[in-house]
């Protein structure tokens, strides 16, 4: 991980957070491609919708056409012990503002390493940890996992700027749980001294995010990414 070493986030044991991974004009180039995608495959999943048809050599990351974000990761080196040598599995999510995603886990057929992208918008990413008292009330009964209650407050989160990277590994893969809350707009104190206006109109919509894991296991020799929309 020596690339991958030089964007490592003091404080944290395994995150690493690259600002402008992809251009402007990368990121256009994927948010064209994702909103031309068929509307008919799409399919609702309580609040989501999804499309299971989306794959590391599908039709937004398909090789040969600009940006190879999948070669770029594995350039980093962050998925050098993964089985793959890189990421096979692609999750495109979409968000509205007061959309988001509760606290989970990826679960153990991934390696335990995500790198997720950016795109449209900044993403406020919140890590939480299980509590320790097993008598504690969890934040929702579904997320909770085997009876565990998930403590409220994050023990670390991370403004994502539109077009970075995060990348999650170790012990806050391992042992953390990962979420985006569910809030019509962030409270930025700093506002007013954003002065890139476009960061600005950023914070008023909502946006996609790409999250990028290694299969470990694969059956049939091809993996299928999700399309989620909310």
Known sequence: ????????????????????????????????????SPKQKWKM???????PSFHTGGEVLQKNILPDVLGRLRLLGAFNQSPHKGPNHVILNEYHPGQGIMPHED???????????????????????????????????????????????????????????????????????HGIDEVDADTIVNRHMIKDETVVRMIESGGYSLTCRDVEKVASGRVAGVVNRT
Not at 45 to 51: C, D, E, H, P, S
Request: overall charge negative; aromatic content about 10%; proline content about 6%.
């Open 1 to 36: 991980m020596d690339l991958l070493a030089e964007h490592h986030l003091q404080g944290t044991s395994a995150v690493f957070y690259i600002p402008n991974f992809i251009s402007e004009d990368e990121e256009q180039y994927l948010l064209r491609k994702i909103k031309d």
């Open 45 to 51: 999943l309580n609040n989501r919708r999804f499309a």
């Open 107 to 177: 679960g153990p057929s991934y390696h335990p390493v995500v790198a997720t992208i950016s795109l449209g918008s900044h993403t406020i990413f919140h890590y939480y940890q299980y509590n320790k008292d097993k008598d504690s009330l969890s934040v929702d009964p579904g997320s909770t996992r085997m009876g565990r209650s998930v403590n409220p407050a994050p023990s670390l989160s991370l403004f994502l700027e539109p077009r970075s990277v995060v990348v999650t590994t170790g012990e806050l893969y391992t042992t953390h749980l």
